[in-house]
């Protein structure tokens, strides 16, 4: 099955290409910075939490006598909830996005989640890059711990693929799964330790939190960018597996429906 979907891919690779570049130009069209919109926004982001945090509020984290170290923090989580929250609320509506061109194009349906996952890829490259020259103007820099970033990314893509295949297929014949997810990740969010320290939390609780696939996935990237550690990649064990049960969820689902969503759409 994964040998037969690569081969789908590769043939349609100049689809899957054409598309993201049309994708990205479409959304900076006509204005007047165009693709310099991608790196103000993270920018401006990184500036305001680091004058407002930093600065004005004086924000402490527990045991740290770093008057930058909260805003590292905090955008260390920040950016990588973004990607997850890019790639899950972008699948779930993806093939309701394209039910044109599904009911038009006779195209692998596949190479639609690929399109999602290297357009957020792509956003988050131009982030995390501003973000490093960041660390790295501000004497921060994370040293060799830096070689995990990828790893990390890509383990966090499995995830939000395959839970992103699974909202996508799902909300295509129930409407609802779209408006429903929107409302648990408001939760999902803050049951995620971005903006606090797990640290200043109940035993009990943290607990609970460790139930988070999330959990230990945001703490890595925090501990990677603010420390310089390297992961404990035991303890990413769980959303490994996860990842990976979505996925095999995701795919058996998707060629199940994938029949049956063209006539639903």
């Known amino acids: 099955m994964l040998f037969s979907l690569y081969r789908s891919l590769h043939s349609y690779r100049g689809f899957i290409l054409g598309s993201v570049k049309r994708e990205f130009q479409a ?3 006509n204005s007047l910075f165009g693709a310099l919109w991608p790196i103000f926004n993270p920018l401006s982001m990184i500036v305001v939490y680091t004058v407002i945090f930093s600065h004005i509020m004086r924000a402490r984290l527990p045991g740290v006598d770093d008057s930058m170290a909260y805003s590292v923090y905090l955008c260390a989580g920040l950016l990588a909830w973004g990607l997850f929250s890019e790639i899950t609320l972008r699948s779930q509506t993806m093939f309701l996005d394209n039910a044109n061109l599904l009911k038009k194009i006779s195209f692998p349906r596949i190479c639609l989640p690929v399109i ?16 490093l020259g960041f660390l790295l103007v501000s004497g921060r820099w994370p040293g060799m711990a830096l070689l995990a970033l990828l790893p990390l990314i890509l383990l966090q893509m499995m995830f939000c693929a395959g839970l992103g295949m699974v909202l996508g297929v799902l909300n295509v014949f129930f409407r609802d799964v779209g408006q429903l997810f929107a409302i648990c990740l408001q939760f999902w969010f803050w ?17 609970l939190l460790q139930l988070n696939p999330l959990t230990n996935l945001i703490a890595s990237y925090q501990n990677l960018f603010l420390y310089g550690q390297w992961p404990v990649w035991s303890s990413l064990l769980p959303i490994f597996v996860a990842g990976a049960l979505l996925c095999v969820i995701g795919l058996r689902l998707f060629r199940q429906r994938v029949g049956e969503m063209v006539d639903e759409l």
């Open 191 to 207: 049951l995620t330790p971005i903006v606090y320290p797990m640290s200043i939390l109940p035993e009990w609780v943290q607990h």
């Open 116 to 131: 999602v996952l290297i357009n957020a890829g792509i956003n988050f490259a131009i982030i995390i890059g501003l973000f």
């Open 27 to 29: 959304r900076y069209r």
